[in-house]
């Protein structure tokens, strides 16, 4: 009886491990072919408090910490990055961010992914595009 209540205490502690390294208690990514684990990586590995994450079609993807004081610090790190590549800042409505440049607007949408992380999505033009 006390080997089955071993095994069964180093089972369980296997599986708590194993939740804890791979995170699948994440929620899913609205990007395919990226992992939670990867997108977090990208951001802790980032100098900067904002990470690109991926480009699928005309979007590119970023990933920003709340901090833990919800989504007013992930909207100004999302200002500072649109801001210092030459676009200004109008005003805010909902999820989205508006921005402007050269009589053209740009709309950087947030989704708070979990209590500590904020999804990006801003459309491609936002970049000046590589020769």
Known sequence: ?????LILGIVIVIIGV????????????PIENLSANQA???L?????KIAEIAVEGDFIWYITSSEKK???IADENIKKLIV????DFKNKDGAGLLFEKDDKSLIATTQMWTKD??????P???KPQSS
Do not use: A
């Open 1 to 5: 009886m006390k080997k089955i209540g």
């Open 18 to 29: 194993f939740i804890f390294v791979n995170k699948p208690y994440y929620p899913s990514l």
């Open 84 to 87: 210092s590549n030459g676009w």
């Open 70 to 72: 919800g989504i007013s």
């Open 124 to 126: 491609s033009h936002f």
């Open 44 to 48: 802790k590995k980032s100098d900067s």
């Open 40 to 42: 977090i990586d990208s």
């Open 117 to 122: 992380y904020v999804l990006v999505k801003i």
